[in-house]
């Protein structure tokens, strides 16, 4: 591998990471990512183009379930290699076939600096079209969570929203979450982390266990 390949993959940001700051056009004006929706979390996610018909369906599924973002304290922002004009007349065009409007900021990569930050470009896929990724920031602006899909499948926002709200109770209860978690279900307690603790486990009825380092709760 080449260094400038090297540097390339080990630049691309991190679960854990600062998410890597920038200034941007989008289509409700010019933003930084620092300044941007102060005290909430942000879903980021890319599409390969405008006016094309699998990001159609994603960019409406997004706005069409924005309240639900919006009841998770979390703004969205989205993302193309296009011009702001281009995102105008895309989102215009939806609107008058559909009926469904993209109220939500969509930035206008069109010198693909953002995608380039945040590893949205893959060669092996396109060197000119962001693949799908969604980065889940929460309000210290860390990143919390990293999907990628490939251009030519769509994602999925059961997942994206049961992923979101599992992070968000995580944080709040200290907990974690099982296979297939989704709200309303129980959650996995963390394990004991001295013998005292694990014998407290043991005799406690109140939770269901597997063992000692298996048990969950309801919240």
Known sequence: ME???????????????????????????????????????????????DFTPVCTTEMSGFAIRKPEFDALNTELLGLSIDSIHAHLGWVNN???????????????DIDMKVSKLYGMLQPNESETAAVRAVFFIDPAKKIRLIMYYPLNV??????????????????????????????????????????????????????????????????
């Open 3 to 49: 260094n400038s390949e090297l540097k390339e993959v080990t630049s691309m940001p991190r679960i854990g990471d600062i998410a890597p700051d920038f200034t941007a056009k989008t289509t409700k004006g010019d933003i930084k990512l620092s300044e941007f929706a102060k005290d909430k979390w942000i879903v980021m996610f890319s599409h390969p183009a």
């Open 94 to 108: 939806v609107r008058e076939k559909t009926g469904v409007y993209f109220d939500f900021p969509i930035i206008a």
């Open 154 to 219: 769509g994602r999925n926002m059961d997942e994206i929203l049961r992923a979101l709200y599992a992070l968000q109770t995580s944080d709040k209860y200290s907990v974690a979450m099982p296979l297939d978690w989704k709200k309303g279900d129980k959650v996995i307690i963390p394990p004991p982390k001295t013998l005292a603790e694990m014998e407290e486990r043991l005799n406690d009825d109140s939770i269901e266990k597997v063992d000692f380092y298996l048990a969950k709760k309801s919240l």
